[in-house]
């Protein structure tokens, strides 16, 4: 079995349980039909399909990622204490390869809910706006604006799920992603990554690439942290930053995991 098969079994596998779980389900799907009704009141038909994919993905963005983290924060703890560990380690592929092939299995999964949620907000944009480009717009949006701030919650949720209860860890992935996303530290000073490169709210990429006007990029705490939007660069910037500190999240799950055994 060459390294692709290997992690495609993986991500097959968990994608089979996720989808037969009914907190999955239970966990993404209230919370989708709650930012869609949400959304659809951001829908103008006096504005571009552009802008309005921009900003109904924005707020999306600040909803959804928190029902993706309650419902994945146990997934590779359960890994783990089914066994599950010990047999991915006897196929190819590195450690943090078969990581991702857990999380991308029941992370796909979850997505459902958000990707069809996706589907029908580009209709009603194409038809407020009469314009059939507002399907591709939206779909922009999900992948630039809505993915990269799910997958960075999801692996802080799964990262904290192997070192403290799962039942807080739900709890606890709330407070924390509105601290990450939407915390006023002019009002009250704690250390924050809002406003600046480091926010996986998608405020940067949305005006980049869509044209919104941002509430918060480029006002962060720290002034060489926090360029003020100025199109694709600093969207660029601000992905690379959000899918880097994805990364090293999933890295240290990793090796809490290796430890652990």
């Not at 999955?24 to 829908?43: D, E, R, S, Y």
Request: charge should be positive; glycine fraction near 10%; hydrophobic fraction near 60%.
């Amino acid at each position: 079995m060459n390294r692709v098969a290997a992690a495609g079994a993986v991500v097959g596998y968990e994608a089979r349980m996720a989808a037969r779980s009914r907190a999955v389900w239970i966990g993404t799907l209230p919370v989708a039909l709650l930012c869609l009704l949400i959304a659809l009141a951001q829908v103008s038909g006096q504005e571009s399909a552009r802008l309005n994919a921009g900003a109904t993905a924005e707020a999306v963005a600040l909803l959804v990622p928190v029902g993706i983290a309650v419902v994945l924060a146990d997934r590779l703890r359960r890994s783990r204490t089914a066994g599950l560990d010990e047999l991915l380690d006897t196929m190819p592929g590195s450690g943090t390869g078969r990581v991702v092939g857990v999380l991308g299995g029941a992370f796909a999964v979850a997505l459902l809910p958000v990707a069809a949620l996706f589907a029908v907000l580009g209709a009603v944009i194409a038809v407020r706006t009469g314009d059939p480009a507002a399907t591709a717009w939206s779909a922009l949006a999900f992948v630039l604006v809505v993915l990269p701030a799910c997958a960075w919650i999801a692996a802080l949720a799964s990262l904290l799920g192997l070192v403290l209860p799962v039942t807080p860890v739900r709890f606890l992935v709330v407070p924390l992603w509105f601290w990450a996303v939407a915390w006023n530290h002019t009002l009250l000073w704690v250390p924050t990554p809002v406003g600046t490169l480091l926010v996986p709210s998608g405020e940067y990429p949305s005006q980049a690439w869509f044209g919104t006007s941002p509430s918060w990029a480029g006002r962060g705490q720290l002034d060489w942290l926090s360029p003020a939007p100025a199109g694709a660069a600093t969207g660029l910037l601000n992905l690379a930053c959000v899918l880097l500190g994805t990364a090293l999240m999933v890295g240290c799950a990793r090796l809490i995991m290796m430890r652990k055994r």
